[in-house]
């Protein structure tokens, strides 16, 4: 019986989180327990510890005596959030140009290929997919848990504030060639270079974000 309640507020939490991801359940909303249990066809109980598991990850934010809220990033917290991250990043690259075999590289090298090719045609979309999976691959050839681990509960933080940097002006130009001087790096082995260079990349991605966030939007409803 332990194991099918953990089954199932892994999935509810799981399901919460993706209507997080998706704006369902936007920055600030009130996360009624009563509603929320009738919609998903459960009780309370693995319901609350789905969103004690969110609290967890920085998703949710608890107030005593009030509830449980989807959690709002702020600048400071994007601010503290993405030197770890070039930090945490960095490392795997560093131990990536370490471990990769020429088989990795030649992956990277087809995956940095589409990146150019989305890039040049401004697939903005396809652009941050691969781009992801990029990144993911580095993680993965570093081979170290312990910073896959952190860095995904950090990205889960800053994928809640719901920017794209990208969109900022001559950022989509800036982010290529950053990633490109990562996998030239890496191509040379170069674990110190590979470091500075994601260091470099992921840090530059946060002047980006606050450079948008800067601009002035409209205020006509879309």
């Not at 993405?82 to 560093?94: Q, S, T, Y």
Request: net charge neutral.
């Amino acid at each position: 019986m332990r194991l099918v309640h953990n089954s199932m507020h892994d999935e509810v939490a799981t399901q919460l989180r993706e209507r997080i991801f998706n704006g369902e359940l936007m920055p600030g909303t009130f996360l009624d327990e009563v509603r929320l249990a009738e919609q998903l066809s459960i009780s309370r109980t693995p319901l609350r510890e789905a969103l004690k598991v969110l609290t967890a990850e920085g998703l949710v934010r608890h107030e005593p005596r009030r509830g449980s809220f989807v959690n709002e990033v702020t600048e400071q917290d994007l601010d503290e959030i993405f030197p770890v991250l070039a930090l945490l990043e960095g490392r795997c690259a560093r131990e990536a140009a370490e471990r990769a075999t020429d088989a990795d590289i030649a992956t990277l090298q087809d995956m940095h290929d589409k990146l150019q090719r989305h890039a040049k045609a401004k697939r903005i979309n396809d652009y941050y997919a691969v781009n992801f999976a990029i990144h993911e691959a580095i993680i993965e050839l570093a081979n170290n848990r312990w910073l896959a681990q952190v860095i995904a509960d950090l990205r889960k933080i800053v994928k809640l504030a719901r920017l794209q940097q990208l969109h900022a002006p001559g950022r989509l130009d800036q982010s290529l060639a950053e990633h490109m001087a990562v996998f030239a790096a890496l191509k040379a082995r170069d674990a110190e270079g590979a470091d500075a260079a994601m260091r470099t990349h992921l840090n530059r991605q946060r002047v980006a974000l606050r450079e948008l966030s800067r601009q002035p939007r409209s205020r006509l409803t879309r």
